[in-house]
């Protein structure tokens, strides 16, 4: 028995015969596109720096804070006066103990400094002994505590029975209102009864009366009248 088999027709396949073929390398890329895909990878990157620097910009050149600029406003001027005023002060059990008076008194708020005219200052001693401090001028903190008296300082302290007054003048003291104690580093005079003392410094002591004298120190001494 014949059998016929029938194959469909192949479609044809053309051969060539030669080098193997080439691969083509990567296109290139126009320098646009290059820059556009630069842009896209590091924009985010310029703009965080670009905000840092405008960040710190802004920091130098903003204009200070209120407390700074206030601060720094600060001029030598008197916010408020006192026209004949007083302050006193007492000691814990209510005495008196020390009074400053003046003409007018200045506050100025850049150095924290009273500011006197004709100055006064009274201390009162435990056994009631009295000092009086004069001068034309007192620069005295804001708390009363000290005062430098300049212009034709003077101090009157009152002595114990029988005995004259300590007188002290210079041009320029310092008093210590919660101490009661007066000093100065400029030449001073000191003169009880007849006995007069010149020196360049000078510790006083209102309560105890205590009497310190430095650097070159003369004494002038008046002979007591011979007794019968």
Known sequence: MNVELHLPD????????????????????????????????YLPLLL????????WWLVKVAPQTTVEAQSTALRHEADYTLERFEMQRFDKTGRLVALLEGQQLRHFPDTRE??????????????????????????ASD?????????DA??????????????????????NIHD???STDQPVRVRQGGTEFSAESLAY????????????????????????
């Open 205 to 228: 002591d209102a309560i105890t009366r205590g009497l310190t004298m430095q650097g070159k120190v003369r004494a002038v001494l008046q002979p007591q009248p011979m007794r019968r």
């Open 10 to 41: 192949l479609p044809d396949v053309p051969v060539s015969v030669g080098p193997p073929p080439v691969a083509l390398g990567r296109p290139k890329v126009a320098w646009s596109e290059r820059l556009r895909m630069l842009l896209g990878t």
């Open 114 to 139: 009273l500011e006197i005219d004709t100055v006064r200052i009274t201390f009162t001693a435990p056994d009631g002994r009295v000092t009086h401090i004069t001068a034309r001028q007192a620069a």
């Open 48 to 55: 965080m720096v670009a905000l840092a620097l405008g960040t």
């Open 143 to 151: 708390d009363g505590v000290t005062a430098r008296l300049e212009g």
């Open 154 to 175: 003077r101090v009157e302290s009152q002595g114990l029975a029988g005995e004259p007054p300590v007188l002290i003048e210079g041009q320029r003291l310092l008093a």
């Open 180 to 182: 009661q104690q007066i």
